[in-house]
């Protein structure tokens, strides 16, 4: 993926798209959950009191929104923002469609591919695995350069990795207020201290704008980003890290991606973070 060199505007275009961001999902939020409770789709939270779900799908739509913004300034090839816009509405989509029509009989990756394999039963949650890898293929696709055909195809496998597991793994930190949100702010931090310098970090910035509106609302309980939003910001945070970190850092991340997952197959995020005082502080920070 080739990019325009940082210079000053550039630098302003972050803060241009963070504060868009903001202030989109500032006047959106409402408008979609106010929709979304009036449609019926509430959950108990875990306080067990009835929110509205899917609420993360403002992140999608204030991503299209902006995107013209950044379409004029041509700070980004169009190539770049139309694999961001699939990434973003592709798993936005796939993710309402597990957040209101899926079941909680299988959880986990491991689950919904037994259910698939051995069962022959296709859940939301399969689906949206199996179509976020082939967005996350997509995307790897369009990242490659030009190389020595097995660079070419290590590059493709290393980058289709990094997309699919950044989805999955907001998806798995939202299970209490705040939390999926905080790991995307934290990974959208070390993304822009090691890929700073690069204008497509102002993609990055527009959906931070879109969380710190969001945020009051998660860590309130008032409302639940669903799968809806946590793939929206996952996917976010894996097309970001494969243009703008360097190879050894995307090595680095791929292996930080697959210990988490091996990590929270065998063991409770939540569980792990009440017994240690410092991820829990963090954890409680903001929360009624």
Known sequence: MIFLPLNLNSVALYFILLGLGYGVTYVLFPLIARMISKAGFLRPNYRKEEIPVAVGMVFGVAALMVIPVVWLTGFLPPGALYLFLLGIVAMTLFGFLDDVLGSREASGLKGHFKKLLLERE????????????????IIAL???????????VMGVVVHTL?????????????????????????GA???????????????????????MAYLPHDLGARAMMGDTGSNALGV??????????PWEGKLVYLVFLIGFHIFTEKYSLTQ?????????????????
């Open 272 to 288: 792990v973070i009440e017994k240690n005082k410092f991820l829990k502080y963090i954890d409680m920070i903001g929360r009624n």
């Open 122 to 137: 296709l859940t939301t949650g399969a689906l949206k695995a199996l179509m976020g890898g082939l967005v996350a293929l």
């Open 189 to 211: 931090l070390i993304i822009t201290f090691v890929g700073w310098g690069n204008p497509a970090l102002g993609l990055l910035w527009l959906m931070v704008g879109c969380v």
């Open 236 to 245: 976010t945070l894996g097309i970001i890290s494969v243009w703008v970190v």
């Open 162 to 186: 990094i997309v699919a597991l950044s989805i999955n793994s907001v998806n798995l930190l939202d299970l209490r207020p705040g939390r999926a949100a905080k790991g995307f702010l934290v």
């Open 142 to 152: 369009g990242a490659r350069s030009v190389a020595a055909s097995w660079e070419l």
